[in-house]
């Protein structure tokens, strides 16, 4: 699946995109919620728990924690503004 970053989220990964793997050939556990999304995230890349409140859009609604996500979504990570 592909994320787009934005902002903070951008700067801590390095790139504007993102591809998660949809498949577990490592025996991970492949995220199947935007909670567990997060969670993913947050344990490859420590620095995004720095962030507060990062809102997920999936197909350019926003998403709550218990929403079901696929490799077909189109998902983004949205930082607060900066202040």
Sequence with gaps: ??????????????????????????????P?????????????YPELKSIPQVTVAVNQ????DGDRINSYDEIALIPPPQV
């Excluded at 951008?10 to 995109?17: A, E, R, V, Y």
């Excluded at 199947?32 to 490859?44: A, H, I, Q, R, S």
């Design 1 to 30: 699946m592909t994320i787009l970053l934005f902002g903070a989220t951008k700067d801590i990964i390095g790139t504007p995109t993102l591809s998660v793997p949809t498949a577990s050939l490592s025996g991970k556990k492949i």
């Design 32 to 44: 199947n919620t935007v909670g567990e999304l997060k969670k993913f995230l947050e344990n490859t």
């Design 61 to 64: 609604n926003y998403a709550s």
